[in-house]
């Protein structure tokens, strides 16, 4: 698991808009150690989503390869809306909402839009 603040990783990662997005969930006051903790969750989560991404990349720019097209050169968009389904099946979680026609928007298990 992170450790409390990873700070020494991302010290550029606000806590203040986590600590507003727990609050949405939660009436009451949420603490300091929840958010940093969330916070280095998020960190972690993004470096396995980085990692899957950059692995789907390299498949596709192998089979461009061997098709004759370019390679791309950049990290898309495309690599990291690929491997979201397959990442969360691979965990065996389900209801986990689906992205939206724009990419951005999740809708929940009860239709409500969070993003």
């Avoid at 603040?5 to 808009?17: F, T």
């Avoid at 009436?27 to 980085?50: H, K, M, P």
């Avoid at 192998?62 to 098709?67: A, G």
Wanted: charged fraction near 35%; hydrophobic fraction near 35%.
């Amino acid at each position: 698991m992170p450790d409390k603040k990873s700070d020494d990783y991302l010290p550029n990662l606000p806590v203040k808009p986590i600590k507003h997005i727990l609050k949405n969930y939660y009436n009451g006051d949420v603490s300091e150690d929840a958010c940093y903790y969330v916070r280095a969750l998020l960190l972690e989560f993004t470096e396995i989503l980085a990692e899957e991404a950059v692995k789907e990349f390299e498949e596709i720019n192998n089979e461009r390869k061997k098709r004759g097209i370019p390679k791309l050169k950049r990290l898309d968009k495309a690599s990291f809306i690929d491997i979201w389904d397959s990442f969360f099946k691979s965990i065996n979680v389900s209801n986990m909402g689906e992205v939206g026609k724009d990419n951005k928007t999740l809708l929940c298990q009860d239709g409500a839009k969070n993003g």
